[in-house]
């Protein structure tokens, strides 16, 4: 059955630290791949999504994303985070169909 | 704000009642989704309709649910004979596209507790 792990459910960083949250999937064919985050008392937003191209996807308030097929990993980076970055940021992936998986999930925290 | 809504948002219920919960997704989508989400997880999918038309339903979605979505505008989920592990978070998202990597949009959730 097709999987999402996310590596960390919890990371606590300071501010201007660098980020970087694991997502492995578990699946051999083609695949489009999301980023999906909510922020404290919001809605799930999309973040960035993958699915065809450079590999090296740029997203949202700096975030940016790699899909190594080999490694069957889709890591979201962010060189400087931010307090505002609190969050909890959900890894997701679709398999040709509309049926949509996602990984459980990492609380971000960043102290001032 | 025309974005994705959700009735109720919270939900209390004894097991064994019925609950029907309702979504109106961004108005120009054709596309429409359900998920479940628990404590500790990431959103579960349930349902996809294209339209009106129920296209994709998970295994996980016993019996005791079903969805519609007539007109293809809102959309209703039901939950019959409510069992305590029903309890959760259920998401709406709702999107525009022709393939599988178009952006959801999702609402604020309906919360789920059935004591």
């Known amino acids: 059955a097709q999987s999402v792990s996310q590596h960390n459910h919890h990371v606590i960083l300071s501010e201007a630290a660098s980020l970087e949250l694991g997502c492995n999937y578990s699946?051999?064919?083609?695949?489009?791949l999301f980023w999906y985050v909510q922020y404290p008392g919001q809605h799930l937003q999309l973040l960035l999504k993958y699915f065809s191209g450079d590999p090296l996807v740029k997203g949202i308030k700096g975030f940016e994303a790699e899909f190594i097929k080999s490694k069957f990993s889709f890591n979201l980076r962010k060189p400087s985070v931010q307090w505002s970055d609190t969050a909890e940021y959900f890894c997701a992936v679709t398999t040709g169909g509309f049926k949509t998986i996602f990984g459980a999930g990492t609380r971000l925290f960043v102290k001032a | 704000d025309t974005g994705v809504s959700q009735d109720p948002r919270h939900k209390i219920t004894k097991r064994g009642q019925n609950v029907t919960f309702r979504c109106d997704p961004i108005s120009e989508h054709n596309r429409l989704y359900w998920y479940r989400q628990t404590l500790g997880q990431g959103p579960e999918f349930l349902t996809y309709f294209q339209n009106e038309a129920q296209l994709e339903k998970s295994r996980l979605l016993s019996d005791r649910f079903s969805a519609e979505r007539p007109k293809g505008s809102f959309s209703t989920l039901e939950i019959q004979r409510t069992e305590q592990g029903d309890s959760a978070m259920y998401l709406c998202?709702?999107?525009?596209?022709?393939?599988?990597?178009?952006?959801?949009?999702f609402g604020p959730g309906t919360r789920l507790t059935v004591t």
């Open positions: 699946y051999g064919g083609t695949v489009n």
């Open positions: 998202a709702s999107s525009l596209g022709t393939g599988s990597m178009d952006e959801q949009y």
